[in-house]
């Protein structure tokens, strides 16, 4: 996988948050989820990627299909809003 650093950097970071789930990395990057976990296993140290997989492991925030119907948002709702993945500032 050829990704520009700060594509990798932004995946990785959304695989990590437990509200994002892996719809929105296929919708955005184009990478299935085992494509994000193949992904992570390289980009990552070895016990790194065992905590990430152990953390993700049966996370049904992780996944559309298994959310509750009510939660519509993919982040958390004190999480600040992202924008071409720079921080923006809240008015």
Known sequence: ????????????????????????????FGLAEKDVIALMRQAMKRSSFEMWRKRMNGRNTKHRSLRALDIERFHCSQQRSISANKISKRG
């Open 1 to 28: 996988m050829n990704l520009p650093p700060q594509d990798l950097d932004r995946i990785v970071q959304m695989a990590w948050e437990d509200r994002t789930p892996f719809e929105a990395i296929e919708a955005q």
